[in-house]
């Protein structure tokens, strides 16, 4: 519903970038990313997300992107947490990869 999902712009031999739909609700979109702002100065599970989209050696996101990529995320753990009922577990949020042994 925030129209948030992937596009790609190809055609042919063309590549294009890849780019989102924004055929969803803006003021959703907007909300979302707001909310991403907030989440990544207040939550160390989605700042520690936001850090390696951002200094990733392969294919680094820019700030705004690594923010788009941070609020879907944050819709996809709203919407799994209203439809199972259950509260939120900062250890499920974090990506397997940043377990720090």
């Known amino acids: 519903m925030a129209g948030l ?23 959703l979109r907007s909300l979302a ?9 207040h939550n160390r599970e989605l700042r520690d997300i936001y850090t390696q989209l951002t200094e990733r050696t ?8 690594a923010l ?5 995320r944050m819709l996809r753990i709203m919407f799994a947490l209203a439809k199972n ?3 939120y577990r900062p250890e499920r949020a974090a990506y397997n990869s940043l377990v720090v042994a």
């Open 5 to 27: 999902n992937i596009r790609e712009n190809d055609s042919g031999k063309h590549r294009g970038k890849r780019t989102i739909t924004k055929r969803g609700r803006a003021s």
């Open 33 to 41: 990313y707001q909310l991403a702002l907030m989440a990544v100065v």
């Open 58 to 65: 392969n294919r680094p996101l820019c700030k705004k992107q």
């Open 68 to 72: 788009v990529a941070v609020s879907v």
């Open 85 to 87: 009922q259950t509260m």
